[in-house]
């Protein structure tokens, strides 16, 4: 079986949903690998602001189009560069939906009851719309529209990607055995792919435990001060580690915090300052630790703050961004929807 699909380039995608502002598990468990994945396949990044996918639990008109533009502003401001990446709205690319629909006719429905992520939502409490159950074969569409070869994922969306392999799998037995059409991607987990939250659980909108991404100031510090911690009086050992709802083992939240921002030195400087409770003959207290994480955060994100408030200033450079990427990756998109089309007898 002849697969020109081999001879592609590696080809790097993911997308973001834009359902609220960015925080720090954004940034460690997806943007980061995302602006760092540029330089590794410039020129083959694509990365999308899932737009569609929004609508099945956002359904403000006003605050979706503020969304999209405040996901593309901070990918920006962190450092993407859209001469090495591609930056563009999923709706930008109406050829998704198209090739949704060609999907469907193959996936089984059972292959979409198996979803971990729809049941959890339900069990959350979102209103179970057709949308909601249809997300992954959008999602596959997503990645399988560029003939993506790796998609970064977060744990919670690993099995997105077998159900795409699985889709483009029954696509190509049904429609191009001879000459397979759809690329079989694969999943990259990130470095740092769980990100604790004010409460201890993982950081997430839905929750309400997040840290923004571009707070500085007294509203910085009010929002670490919110990180919880247990009763240990100043000047006592502070645990490194505590016991979650789960009953399991888990690192401080304020120092697992800490962790993303510091080298091995300091981390390690740090560890004393928490056993013995005490920093440079001082005591050290819970306070003390979230200060230095409220520094960290500052100073991190300083340089990200800067360009952001140059791109508030100048929207029109962010559309111009995405306007750029769009037209480009609709390129490719329209080049795989036409195989795929005259594949099933849609096209000559």
């Not at 001060?225 to 009953?247: H, I």
């Amino acid at each position: 079986m002849a697969d020109a699909n081999d001879d592609l380039p590696a080809r790097v995608l993911s997308g973001i949903q834009p359902s609220g502002t960015l925080h720090l598990g954004n940034y460690f468990g997806a943007m980061r690998q995302h602006i760092a994945l540029q330089d590794e396949f410039p020129g083959e990044s694509f990365y999308f602001i899932a737009d569609y996918h929004a609508l099945t639990t956002l359904r403000d008109a006003e605050t979706l189009r503020h969304n999209v533009f405040d996901v593309a502003l901070t990918y920006l401001a962190c450092g993407l560069d859209p001469d090495k990446a591609l930056l563009f709205r999923q709706s930008d690319v109406p050829e998704v939906t198209e090739l949704s629909w060609l999907l469907s006719t193959v996936t089984g429905m059972g292959l979409l009851e198996r979803a971990h992520s729809y049941k959890d939502k339900v069990a959350q409490g979102i209103k179970p719309v057709v949308g909601l159950f249809f997300y992954p074969v959008l999602m596959a569409a997503d990645i399988l529209l560029y003939k993506s070869s790796l998609v970064p994922v977060g744990k919670d969306q690993i099995q997105h990607v077998e159900m795409t392999q699985d889709m483009a799998t029954h696509f190509n037995e049904t429609y191009a055995k001879q000459a397979p059409i759809l690329r079989r991607p694969e999943w990259r987990l990130s470095n740092t792919p769980y990100v604790p939250g004010i409460d201890g659980r993982k950081m997430s909108k839905s929750y309400g435990n997040t840290l923004p991404m571009f707070l500085s100031g007294k509203k910085l510090k009010k929002a670490v001060g919110q990180v919880v911690t247990d009763s240990t009086p100043l000047g006592d050992p502070l645990p490194l580690t505590r016991t979650n709802e789960a009953g399991e083992t888990v690192k401080d939240n304020v120092y697992a915090l800490i962790e993303l921002f510091c080298d091995e030195a300091e981390l390690a400087q740090i560890r004393t300052w928490y056993a013995a409770g005490k920093r440079e003959g001082a005591d050290f207290g819970w306070g003390h630790a979230k200060q230095l994480l409220a520094a960290k955060i500052d100073a991190h994100f300083a340089e990200a703050r800067a360009r952001r408030d140059h791109y508030l200033a100048n929207p029109d450079e962010v559309e111009a961004v995405l306007r750029r990427g769009a037209e480009r990756a609709r390129a490719v998109a329209r080049a795989t929807i036409d195989e795929c089309k005259r594949a099933c007898g849609l096209m000559s």
